[in-house]
T-cell receptor
Framework: GENVEQHPSTLSVQEGDSAVIKCTYS??????FPWYKQELGKGPQLIID?????GEKKDQRIAVTLNKTAKHFSLHITETQPEDSAVYFC?????????????FGTGTQLKVEL | EAQVTQNPRYLITVTGKKLTVTCSQN?????MSWYRQDPGLGLRQIYY???????DKGDVPEGYKVSRKEKRNFPLILESPSPNQTSLYFC?????????FGPGTRLTVT
């Protein structure tokens, strides 16, 4: 089955700096890669996703890049703010229809320091 | 408001005492799923359901049961809980690719 590795497990940055979280996946059939943000005491929430036919996607201060050949994808957060502090999970899926099975990475605890 | 709800949010129980964690969604989603979250392991899928009366095992189904008698509800049943099922549990639902997660249920089995 699919295996997703995520690094680093913890990341501390100064406010205003950029943060990068990297994930690798094993199943070349995976074609959908979402990123979830989990704030303390809450469930994960989708913040951005990318499909395998796209190399990069951007939404304001966050962006995701995908390298299908190397089987890795990354989350980039620019101009970090204290409210960006949370746990971030990457995931991979082999389906883009209803009922897709997500395999998650182990999470990155991001701390944005003032 | 579109949401996934779980009850209870916190539960402390003893080994062997049957329990049920309820999950309900108001978005008419066909797909529902249960995950457990453990430190250093991320979220792992326990069971999922593609539609009413259709359920299947995820990656870590041992010790759990589910049912899907109605589209909106997907309860997680632990017939005989053990301490290794102490974890944070999340229910999720989706119509397409985006999964919507509930707020979580923190279960402690002593």
């Amino acid at each position: 089955g699919e295996n997703v590795e995520q690094h680093p497990s913890t990341l501390s940055v100064q406010e205003g700096d950029s943060a990068v979280i990297k994930c690798t996946y094993s199943d070349s059939a995976s074609n959908y890669f979402p990123w979830y943000k989990q704030e303390l005491g809450k469930g994960p929430q989708l913040i951005i996703d990318i499909r395998s036919n796209v190399g990069e996607k951007k939404d304001q201060r966050i962006a995701v890049t995908l390298n299908k050949t190397a089987k890795h994808f990354s989350l980039h957060i620019t101009e970090t703010q204290p409210e960006d502090s949370a746990v971030y999970f990457c995931a991979a899926s082999t389906s883009t229809g209803g009922g897709n099975k997500l395999t998650f990475g182990t999470g990155t605890q991001l701390k944005v320091e003032l | 408001e579109a949401q996934v709800t779980q009850n209870p949010r916190y539960l402390i129980t003893v080994t062997g005492k049957k329990l049920t964690v309820t999950c309900s969604q108001n978005m008419n989603h066909e797909y529902m799923s249960w995950y457990r979250q453990d430190p250093g392991l991320g979220l792992r899928q326990i069971y999922y359901s593609m539609n009413v009366e259709v359920t299947d095992k995820g990656d870590v189904p041992e010790g759990y049961k589910v049912s899907r008698k109605e589209k909106r509800n997907f309860p997680l049943i632990l017939e005989s809980p053990s301490p290794n099922q102490t974890s944070l549990y999340f229910c999720a639902s989706s119509l397409g690719v985006e999964q919507y997660f509930g707020p979580g249920t923190r279960l402690t089995v002593t």
